[in-house]
């Protein structure tokens, strides 16, 4: 019969993955990135919340593509997310397109009726105006949270003066009960919300929307891999992202926690120094 791994070197205790994160230096983290589900079987997304549940933020259930998959699939993908307590939010295009079809309540009904946790709601493509009280009430009523997409998806990177009127919008949503406010980034992350034509971050831009509402209710969406470590090297640990595929969420975690050799150095999230009184074991002498 095999041996223990920890009994073929010959050690006195088993070696844990958590032991030696600590004794790094590696903080310890809540959540904070909401990856999401583009339509993956439910095979896949549970092997993925068996990796990494402990990561998550919450879940998104993205685009529309949930409405057409068979039910049964959808509901078993949300149902593997509860079990694993990790929250369920609903991308806001469905939403959208609802409200333009004058069929918001019969959506909501129909979330409810799936277990999701959240809906996300917005303005960018095919709602306009929207009564915060209105929408976050009827949410409410059935047992679903609200958060709710600054920006819309085809009027470019956001200017100072979109930045003013946003700023507004969301303190009229979270005044209403919503829980967290998502900035708009699509997919590209490349003239979109806060990025530029060629995915530069406006950091003065992001800045004043954690000025206006802290880090905790703001969620950045970050679809790509020069978005992600552009907010993770401005915000540092702390920040929320979203949009993140669920197959990129390990990497973008290790370089939340200064483990990725393009973090290690960067002032807001390397390591602390190691203990001079504790001896290296590959110094010599």
Not at 192 to 218: I, N, T
Not at 259 to 276: G, V
Request: aromatic letters at 6%.
């Amino acid at each position: 019969m095999q041996k223990p791994v920890g009994e073929r070197r010959g050690t006195a205790a088993a070696c844990h993955t958590a032991a030696f994160l600590r004794a790094i230096g590696v903080p310890e983290l809540e959540p904070a990135t909401s990856p999401f589900d583009p339509g993956y079987d439910p095979v896949t997304l549970e092997a993925h919340l068996a990796q990494s549940a402990h990561l998550m933020s919450t879940l998104k259930i993205s685009m529309a593509c949930w409405l057409i998959a068979d039910e049964s699939a959808t509901r078993r993908k949300i149902a593997a997310a509860r079990r694993h307590g990790v929250p369920t939010v609903t991308g806001g295009g469905p939403f959208e397109v609802a409200v333009a079809q004058r069929q918001l309540p019969a959506y909501l009904d129909l979330c409810a009726d799936l277990g999701v946790t959240r809906v996300e709601c917005g303005t960018g493509f095919a709602a306009r105006q929207l009564n915060p009280d209105h929408v976050v009430g009827m949410a409410l009523a059935r047992g679903l949270e609200v958060q709710f997409e600054l920006g819309e998806k085809f009027s470019g990177a956001f200017t100072g003066d979109t930045v003013d009127s946003l700023i507004e919008a969301g303190r009229a949503w979270l005044d209403a009960g919503a829980r967290q406010l998502v900035l708009e980034a699509r997919e590209s992350a490349q003239g979109v919300g806060l990025f530029d034509g060629s995915g530069g971050l406006s950091r003065h831009l992001a800045d004043r929307f954690v000025g206006a509402f802290g880090l905790e209710a703001v969620t950045f969406e970050a679809p790509t891999k020069p978005s992600q470590f552009a907010l993770l090297d401005h915000f540092g640990p702390e920040v929320r992202l979203g949009n993140v595929r669920l197959e990129e969420l390990l990497r973008v975690e290790i370089y939340r926690r200064g483990l990725h050799a393009d973090a290690f150095a960067k002032p807001r999230l390397k390591l602390p120094c190691p203990d001079p009184d504790v001896p290296s074991p590959v110094a010599g002498g």
